[in-house]
């Protein structure tokens, strides 16, 4: 499998296909008679949200067989009136949030589904979709728990949570056996979601775990030990719906325990070309912990980030991903969006930062589309 990822697997993007712009409108499958973007009588828009003008793929969101419009997204966020025009809904939406009301109330699963958020490739949207998926989730009445395993600590950042060096962390989760619910904290800005941070210490549990028995079992471990991670009849409704692990770009111990913890492998592809290159080798990782250490673990969920449906080059990756993964890959694509890339700067993330632009009603209907579809493994 290795070799149809490699750069030198013909994958083809066109001439030129790089630096190739073009008007959405001439992509196959954008919608016909669609306004330009920014045109007056393109309303696809969250204006009342303030998207920048280089927010650049700010109406194209991705489903099966071509782009959408962000208005088309917005229509698509149930539990809406359906009277409401495109932008009264994402100002609904703003509003809800804002007044901490789950947009939807979704079933949840009948047992707590732990995703491994994984690509040793670094910037792909790791932790940008952990923690907006994370958060989308609770807005559709999941409880949800964000394991952040990398030492850069994003993820606990764009959380608002406390991770200055010395807090309990993913670290004393790892090397001292901490149980997770004295290590966990909850999230300001998201009812239902709790976070183990990641400070600068676990920069060193790679080399500390080296000598520890079992060292790929520590994250299982406390999982398993967990109180409120399990099946609805064994925990009752306070359980935990969803875990999230966010890994660090590289296939090391940190990672490896989260692949033998979990059972849903999520990983989120750049809709650009070097983005494929990797992906053999975390795919015959995957096979390899399969096989020796967790026979449970399945790529369940690709989802496509930072698409920019104006090039080509996109729609080219967004494409041959979907031949080789087919169904695992979520019909919605994440756009390359200004607000998504700011809101960790103000400590949240885009579903609160601003829930009614294009970023936040992808990733809320990426999350439904999660919860919906069910666990694929
Ligand atoms: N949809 C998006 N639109 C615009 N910018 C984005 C989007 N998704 C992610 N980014 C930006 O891309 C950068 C990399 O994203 P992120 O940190 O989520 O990747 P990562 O895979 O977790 O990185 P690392 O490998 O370092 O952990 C960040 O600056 C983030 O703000
Ligand atoms: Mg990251």
């Given at each position: 499998m290795s070799d149809s990822w490699g750069p030198g697997s013909g994958f083809s993007t066109g001439p030129e296909a790089g630096a190739e712009r073009e008007s959405p409108q001439n992509l196959p499958g954008y919608p016909q008679g669609t306004p330009a973007p920014g045109s007056p009588g393109d309303d696809s828009v969250s204006r009342e949200t303030g998207a920048r003008a280089?927010?650049?793929s700010r109406e194209t969101a991705v489903v099966t067989g071509g782009p959408v419009t962000a208005a088309q997204l917005a229509?698509?966020?149930?539990?809406?009136?359906?009277?409401?025009?495109?932008?009264?809904r994402a100002a609904q939406a703003t509003v809800m949030v804002r007044a901490g009301i789950p947009q939807e109330e979704l079933d949840r699963p009948a047992e707590t589904r732990v995703f491994v958020v994984a690509n040793q490739k670094g910037g792909v949207g790791k932790t940008t979709s952990t923690v907006n998926l994370a958060a989308a989730l609770t807005?559709?009445?999941?409880?949800?728990?964000?394991?952040?395993l990398d030492p850069q600590g994003n993820a606990?950042?764009?959380?608002?949570?406390e991770h200055r060096q010395g807090t309990p962390s993913s670290y004393e989760l790892l090397v001292d056996g901490t149980a997770i619910?004295?290590?966990a904290q909850a999230c300001p800005d998201a009812a239902g979601l709790w976070v183990v941070p990641a400070t600068i210490d676990?920069?060193?549990?790679?080399?500390?775990?080296?000598?520890?028995v079992a060292r790929e079992q520590r994250l299982k471990k406390a999982l398993d030990a967990h109180p409120r991670i399990g099946t609805a009849a064994a925990v009752g409704p306070d359980r935990f719906d969803y875990v999230f692990i966010d890994c660090p770009p590289s296939l090391g111990l940190l990672t490896l325990n989260a692949l033998v913890a979990g059972a849903e492998m999520l990983i989120p592809i750049q809709a650009e070309y070097y983005a494929l290159e990797g992906l053999g080798q975390l795919l015959a990782t995957v096979d390899m912990v399969r096989a020796h250490l967790n026979p449970e673990l399945a790529v369940s969920t690709i989802v496509l980030t930072m698409f920019d449906a104006?090039?080509?080059?996109?729609?080219?990756?967004a494409h041959e991903?979907?031949?080789?993964?087919?169904?695992?890959?979520l019909k919605t694509a994440i756009p390359r969006s200004v607000r998504v890339s700011e809101a960790p700067s103000y400590g949240q993330t885009v579903m609160t930062y601003d829930p009614g632009s294009p970023g936040a009603l992808s990733y809320l209907e990426a999350a439904r589309e999660i919860v919906t579809r069910g666990s694929m493994t």
């Open positions: 280089d927010d650049v229509e698509r966020a149930a539990g809406f009136d359906d009277d409401l025009t495109p932008l009264a807005q559709l009445g999941q409880r949800v728990l964000v394991i952040d606990s950042t764009a959380l608002n949570i619910a004295d290590l676990l920069a060193g549990a790679e080399i500390e775990l080296v000598s520890v104006r090039t080509r080059l996109a729609a080219g990756v991903v979907r031949e080789h993964f087919g169904d695992q890959v």
